[in-house]
């Protein structure tokens, strides 16, 4: 797996659960929540990497492990050629530098009471890159490439100065100070204005050209993950179902959860109208996973091994670098039929 | 859809007139809902859409004459089934809020007791509605709706914390069909859900409106849902509403430049269309631009958007916009 920017292996991450002083007295075991729950994939040298789920799919906590901002319970992670999955915090540093995140939320992630200058600036100090002028003049010109312009006047303002979007691109900003070559973005653009999203989104995609940045894109929203991904990974319950190039994935979905996922996703054209009803339930209680395949219960083709049997993530045949994880995929020819929208 | 069509020759459920709604801040007079006219008919769903900031919100919340201060109505008339609720007491309408125009917000939490079980909070609603009912009968009711909404009526007995986000935004509408609301305003209310359940909730209006003939306003910066729902759909940009239509002719040739942008933006799962980016940023209110308030952003703006409001015009039969372009017979601008 050495060939591979990224290669994480078997990643587990289990979160014991707090239990009551007198429930611990008595009870032998401890309980986890598998978060994150034997996943296994790599990302490319430039490529955009889409996790893609619903909440507790275990998808953010996927992209904090590579970042090392947690302790795998188990599995391993690669970046670059290296093993970084048991590295200490002082191993790890001269790494952070090439490795930054920006999460949902430009508001919780930026300090109210520090000028816009001072938060993009900070890093350049605190990994003694630049200093003084010549940090100023590294901030100014990351403020002009993210459309802030004039920088100077951006350069003296307060977050609470400028709109939700413009705050993002300020929390870009300073991801990028640092020219790192790896980049999480957490539902960058979640919280954004609908016409804001779509200039995020154009942003990020000329951003991974001109600093040449890998991406590991978590998100909810299947239609965006279409426009900026190339490869996607689609998380359950802490493990992935089904994982290929978006083309694969979107034209030919071949878990039933996918099928789901990608029929669910409301169209902005009324000529699209979803016909088919989605199926009922919701995701299950992570500390005890359902038996087999954790969709099971949810699955309107679940047959008895799919309750008893975990299915494992297999190669489709004729597809390269597409796997599905179902019991029922390939049994006699068998293919679930995706749900069809009528126009 | 075509219940409207059949019963559009009788008095809308809701009319506005000339509704305006400001919030007096520090700085000054914010208009947030600008002489606004919109009338909604029994059995429609009609899309209120907007970015934030828009007044799409505050609109609603006029609706139930709940603006809280600094904001205020200042002038305009709010029709419900043909009665000015603007001149009523605010004991009138505590008895109207509820029973006859019910609100579903984006978080359930805020609007449900944490301390009453759901039964509870059925009871009283069904109650509020038929004061003769029986707690049993009543009990039972809710248990009859739920089955409907596609929850265990075992859960009945829990407190909202122990129900999922999906589970209480259903209790919500539930809530309003057991107080039999006349119409439902509803703000935003699947942004907090997931893909999938926000599916299953849409799958759920759907099923309700057809059962029940629902009128519904649909709040939300969500075009998609919008899309799948609306029967009509109002677009508002810096309080004025700037288009109104059928959802099929809006979204298929929306009319004014502003709609067209907004949905040039929203990523369509089912195209390969490239994102069309809007430029620009919505007006300050408390000083908003002369003319259109769109034409700092439209890349159609002539020398008559910048000097003068545009005409509220029907530019097709119920397809309204405003917009200059109309007026000067530039429509191929848009559409060429």
């Given at each position: 797996m050495a060939e591979h920017f990224i290669a994480v292996e078997n990643l587990k991450m289990w979160f014991p659960v707090q239990q009551d002083f007198i429930e611990g007295l008595f009870s032998h075991q401890r309980e986890f929540?598998?978060?994150?729950?034997?996943v296994s994939f790599h990302i490319d040298r430039g490529e955009v990497f889409g996790l893609a789920g619903e909440s507790g799919s275990g998808k953010t906590t996927t992209g904090r492990l590579i970042l090392r901002l947690l302790e795998p319970t188990g599995g391993r992670i690669d970046f670059d050629g290296r093993d970084?999955?048991?590295?200490?915090e002082a191993a790890m540093r001269p790494l952070r530098r090439r490795m930054q995140v920006i999460f949902q939320d430009p508001n919780a992630s930026?300090?109210?009471?520090?000028?816009i200058g001072k938060a993009v600036g900070h890093a350049l100090e605190i990994h003694n890159v630049a200093h003084g002028d010549k940090a100023k003049e590294r901030v100014l010109e990351m403020l002009t490439r993210m459309g802030l312009t004039p920088p100077d006047r951006y350069y003296r303002l307060?977050?609470?100065?400028?709109?939700g979007g413009q705050r993002q691109r300020v929390v870009m900003a300073r991801a990028l100070i640092l020219r790192p070559d790896f980049l999480v973005a957490d539902e960058?653009?979640?919280?954004?204005d609908v016409s804001v999203r779509a200039m995020l989104l154009d942003l990020l995609r000329r951003l991974k050209d001109d600093f040449h940045l890998t991406y590991l894109f978590i998100t909810h929203d299947l239609a965006t993950a279409k426009y900026i991904c190339d490869r996607i990974a689609v998380m359950y319950l802490g493990q992935i179902v089904e994982i290929g190039s978006v083309d694969q994935v979107y034209s030919n979905p071949l878990h039933p959860y996918t099928q789901a996922l990608l029929a669910a996703v409301?169209?902005?054209?009324?000529?699209?109208?979803?016909t088919a009803p989605i199926p009922k339930g919701e995701i299950p209680n992570p500390i005890h996973p359902p038996s087999g395949c954790r969709f099971h219960a949810r699955?309107?083709?679940?047959r008895e091994r799919c309750r008893t049997e975990q299915p494992l993530l297999l190669p489709v045949e004729g597809e390269p670098g597409h796997f599905v994880s179902c019991h029922m995929f390939g049994e006699n020819g068998w293919k679930p039929v995706a749900q069809e929208v009528q126009i | 859809m075509d219940e409207r069509k059949q019963s559009?020759?009788?008095?809308?459920l809701l009319q506005l007139r000339d509704l305006v709604v400001e919030y007096y801040t520090r700085s000054g007079v914010v208009?947030?809902?600008?002489s606004v006219d919109l009338d909604i008919y029994k059995g429609e769903v009609v899309g209120l859409v907007g970015e934030s900031g828009c007044g799409k919100s505050t609109l609603g919340m006029a609706l139930l004459r709940l603006?809280?201060?600094?904001?205020?109505?200042t002038s305009g008339k709010i029709l419900f089934k043909g009665k000015?609720?603007?001149?009523?007491s605010e004991n009138a309408m505590r008895d109207l809020r509820g029973p006859e125009i019910s609100m579903i917000f984006q978080d359930p939490m805020t609007s449900?007791?944490?301390?009453?079980r759901i039964d509870d909070h059925f009871v009283e609603s069904i109650r509020a509605h038929d004061?003769?009912?029986s707690k049993e009968d009543a009990i039972k009711r809710a248990a009859e709706l739920f089955d409907l909404l596609g929850i265990?009526?075992?859960?009945?007995?829990?407190?909202?914390?122990?129900?999922s986000g999906g589970m209480r935004q259903r209790v919500m509408i539930g809530l309003a069909l057991a107080l039999d609301a006349d119409l439902i305003v509803a703000d935003?209310?699947?942004?907090?859900?997931?893909v999938l359940v926000e599916a299953q909730f849409l799958d759920l209006l759907k099923d309700l409106r057809r059962r029940y003939n629902m009128t519904l306003i649909l709040i939300t910066h969500n075009i998609g849902i919008v899309a799948e729902l609306a029967d009509r759909v109002a677009v508002m940009y810096a309080g004025e509403i700037v288009e109104l239509g059928d959802a099929g002719p809006l979204f298929a040739e929306p009319l004014h430049p502003y709609t067209d942008a907004l949905l040039g933006s929203v990523p369509n799962i089912k195209l390969d269309e490239e994102l069309k980016i809007m430029g620009g940023q919505p007006p300050d209110l408390l000083d908003p631009p002369a003319g259109c308030r769109f034409h700092p952003r439209?890349?159609?703006?002539?020398d008559r958007c910048r000097e003068e409001e545009p005409p509220w015009q029907e530019?097709?039969?119920g397809h309204w916009a405003a917009c200059w372009l109309y007026a000067e017979g530039k429509r191929e601008t848009l559409h060429g």
């Open positions: 929540v598998r978060a994150v729950d034997g970084i999955t048991h590295l200490s930026l300090n109210p009471r520090m000028t307060y977050p609470h100065q400028i709109s960058p653009i979640a919280m954004a409301p169209v902005p054209d009324p000529k699209f109208r979803r699955c309107a083709y679940a | 559009g020759n009788g008095i809308p208009r947030a809902v600008d603006v809280r201060s600094p904001g205020k109505i000015d609720i603007l001149t009523l449900l007791d944490p301390l009453q004061k003769h009912i265990a009526p075992d859960r009945l007995q829990d407190y909202p914390h122990q129900l935003e209310p699947t942004t907090s859900l997931d439209c890349p159609y703006a002539m530019i097709q039969p």
